[in-house]
């Protein structure tokens, strides 16, 4: 790619009304032992990375090349690899480089909105673990290519088609992100205690004893079975029962005892009661619709 090209990005009240829009946008190569940052940058995106610095706007980097490091305010000094995809939150103190003997390849697309604060506060972003591992990815590639060869051209709603590529970047390096997941062994460990309570779902398996099924704490367990599928161990068994049920009340003709009784409900009155808060109607009602 070219060594240098970058773009700062003045933005009208029209622009910043549409709620997202883009502040800077570029790429550039830094080969091993080379000066880090670029002198041309103006005053508000240059600094010395010994001291770092702030701004007010979200700046997404992507590394396509080379390894550095990583510090913000919010978190410890993290390694940054070749496809590594990270987020600085507006005024949260950061600083990053590249290692003096990989150099690294960056894009960069910096922005403002409302909307992004919203996706932090649902915990989709994270200024404690701001980096995602997406890797080189020619569809990522291309959407920060796109977005400097528009800002370039500068047509007419130019903004608004930018604001439409931060969109793509994010949602696409969040997908990757979480399929680089499937790697870990809490996804592995958890994908097996999933499969394990639909095998058992009409005599289900205490958490307790699936944890020891995996050979793990139950507390590890519990903590990871909770992070990763946002339900705890025994609310997910309770979630396949009620599925399970609505297949019985509308493909059998076992009666809601009968079925309460199959899924290991306490009782037929215990089973319309969960039945309910879960699904808003009887299974009665459920079953005559």
């Not at 060594?3 to 790429?27: F, K, M, P, V």
């Not at 800002?151 to 992100?177: D, H, K, M, R, T």
Request: aromatic share 14%; charged share 20%.
């Amino acid at each position: 790619m070219n060594s240098i090209r970058t773009h700062y990005l003045i933005c009208n009240e029209r622009d910043t009304d549409w709620g997202i829009y883009a502040t800077t946008t570029g790429t550039t190569s830094y080969p091993p032992n080379s000066v880090y940052p670029h002198s041309y940058h103006p005053p508000l995106y240059y600094f010395n990375p010994l001291k770092g610095r702030t701004i007010d706007e979200f700046m997404l980097v992507y590394i396509t090349k080379g390894s550095g490091v990583l510090k913000t305010d919010n978190s410890p000094e993290i390694a940054i690899a070749e496809g590594d995809l990270f987020l600085i939150k507006p005024h949260e103190w950061h600083s990053y480089k590249p290692n003096n003997a990989t150099g690294w390849d960056e894009y960069w697309i910096g922005f403002r909105g409302d909307y992004f604060n919203t996706i932090f506060d649902k915990n989709f972003l994270s200024t404690n673990h701001p980096v995602w591992k997406t890797g080189v990815n020619s569809d990522l590639v291309a959407w920060f290519e796109k977005a400097i060869s528009i800002a370039n051209e500068q047509q007419p709603g130019y903004q608004q088609v930018l604001s439409g590529i931060i969109l793509q970047i994010i949602s696409f390096g969040y997908f990757l992100s979480q399929r680089h997941l499937q790697d870990n062994h809490a996804i592995q460990c958890i994908n097996k205690a999933k499969t394990i309570m639909i095998q058992h779902i009409e005599e289900p398996i205490h958490p307790a004893r699936i944890a020891e099924m995996l050979h793990v704490s139950y507390s590890w367990f519990r903590s990871n079975f909770k992070s990763i599928t946002h339900f705890s161990p025994s609310a997910y068994q309770q979630e396949l029962k009620i599925e399970r049920s609505k297949v019985l009340l509308t493909n059998s003709d076992l009666s809601i005892k009968e079925i309460a009784s199959s899924l290991n409900f306490s009782s037929a009155a215990n089973f319309t009661t969960v039945f309910k808060t879960k699904v808003g109607i009887t299974p009665a009602e459920y079953r005559s619709r």
